[in-house]
């Protein structure tokens, strides 16, 4: 119970520095100022892109970014936790037919299982098991880089803070990340894979404990901080919301706003 309540306390504390969902953005906003989902948000606010179109391409975002229509990539960047927690909300409320089959089609490759491009290769931690692949990596961050900051981030949040330790899905040992070419301006995401009910790190049965997976940028040079930093920034950023879907706080009926849910991420990038 004091780590939840400490969770809700350290959430309350940043409701006044990250915004709730930003509506879609005004006409003035020149596009090099909007980031690819709120391209694809303003498209369909104005008129000139269907719903589900619109989930399409933000799939395709997460999955498969070369297939993007030129005037929704963007380099600004953006986190995609909450957006694809959205688009997989909104897809399982859409009626089966073709719209639905081709999100779905689109978003398998983003999961966190799916492989790298190139050879497969694989490193532990006492937290973590990162899959990756090393030539394709960006040259000023080692795989040894990305396993110390994710480390860093759980001694930092778990060990330190107290938080849960976010559950894991049957037949995992260690949380796992898959370190994966992603568009210009996505940091990283964080998915829910499978709904364990009772997070075991907890003295209490949330009974809505959410296991998840992370996908991480396998370059992070073009962002506005240099890639440590921006490496650091993200997996504290994401690693939070891996805490979160443990918790069952994104997924469960007590859902917060998303002033919560960001703010607590974006706090943590600080810490």
Known sequence: MLARIALVATLFASLSMVPAEA???????????????????RAVARGRLDRP???RYLALAFSDHR???DRFVSDVPWDGTFPLLQLRERLARM????????IRQALDPAMCFGEPDGPDEDSTSPYFHVHYDSTTLDPSLTIGAYVESLDTTWETEVVDFGWAAPPLAPSFTKYPVLINELMPGLYGFVASTFGVGNNPSTPWNEGDAQASCMVLNEDYTG????PQASLNATTAHEFNHSIQFGYGALTGPNRPDAAFIEGGATWMEDE
């Open 223 to 226: 962002f506005p901080s240099p």
């Open 67 to 69: 297939r993007l229509p």
């Open 23 to 41: 509506a879609p953005a005004p006409a003035a906003v020149p596009p090099g100022e909007l980031s690819t989902p709120e391209l694809l948000n």
């Open 53 to 55: 179109t619109a989930d």
């Open 95 to 102: 009626p089966p037919g073709q719209s639905r089959a081709a």
